[in-house]
């Protein structure tokens, strides 16, 4: 999950696992939610996205789930790869707002080979 | 090859310098915006901008400035009244959207700017 402080929540995975990185957010009035990728030193990338008219959502080796009733969100990747190394954070929408994003504090993933 | 540059990717600064960070985007969108990233915190909203000759101020915008006087261009200024902008800082863009519309932010790859 993700925390406010100096220290990421970190997750070790070894290569070929399912890694399963988990966001709880804050607003009920969030109504879109995207997952970034961030490399040390890099800009964020964007992995996926979803609605909150949608509990489920797949692209390539990725899955987002959104729960609603508990305010959380996942993001699920299958066969875990050297390269997934990163830290990856949640970011939500508030319904009406359009534009402006919160971004979680994100969690560190490390792929052991 | 559309994108979002930042220049210069590392900067440093004496105390009492006021710097200039560099955004500049090809994707024809009309928002852009300044983030500020801290080790184990997330992203905060510095300035924003809807349109060309237009901007907002974020969350922690004290202590910058910005312009926005062509719409591919979003320059940053950290100035001397910034108390401690030693921080990872990044830009992003989107299409602007009305409300109950979805957009994503496209980053570029940041600046990094130590104070000595």
């Known amino acids: 999950g993700e925390s406010v402080g100096l220290h990421l929540p970190t997750l070790s995975v070894q290569e070929g696992d399912n890694s399963i990185i988990n966001c709880a957010y804050s607003n009920s009035a969030s109504d879109y939610f995207i997952w970034y990728k961030q490399e040390s030193g890099k800009g964020p990338q964007f992995i996926i996205d979803i609605r909150s008219n949608m509990d489920k959502r797949q692209g390539q080796r990725v899955t987002v789930l959104l729960n609603k009733t508990v305010k959380h969100l996942s993001l699920q990747i299958a066969a875990t790869q050297p390269g997934d190394s990163a830290v990856y954070f949640c970011a939500e929408n508030l319904r009406f707002t359009g534009n402006q994003f919160y971004f979680g504090t994100g969690t560190s993933l490390t792929v052991i080979p | 090859d559309g994108g979002i540059t930042q220049s210069p990717k590392y900067l440093f600064r004496k105390e009492g310098q006021n710097v200039t960070l560099s955004c500049e985007q090809n994707?024809?969108?009309?928002?852009m915006y300044w983030y500020r990233q801290d080790p184990g915190q997330g992203l905060r909203l510095i300035y924003y901008?809807?349109?060309?000759?237009?901007?907002q101020k974020g969350d922690i915008a004290e202590g910058y400035s910005v312009s926005r006087e062509k719409k591919e261009s979003f320059p940053l200024t950290v100035t001397s009244a910034q108390k401690n902008p030693t921080a990872f800082y990044l830009c992003?863009?989107?299409?602007?959207?009305?409300?109950?519309?979805?957009?994503?932010?496209?980053f570029g790859p940041g600046t990094r700017l130590t104070v000595l």
């Open positions: 901008s809807q349109i060309v000759n237009d901007f």
């Open positions: 994707l024809n969108h009309d928002a």
């Open positions: 992003a863009s989107s299409r602007w959207v009305l409300a109950g519309a979805y957009n994503e932010q496209f």
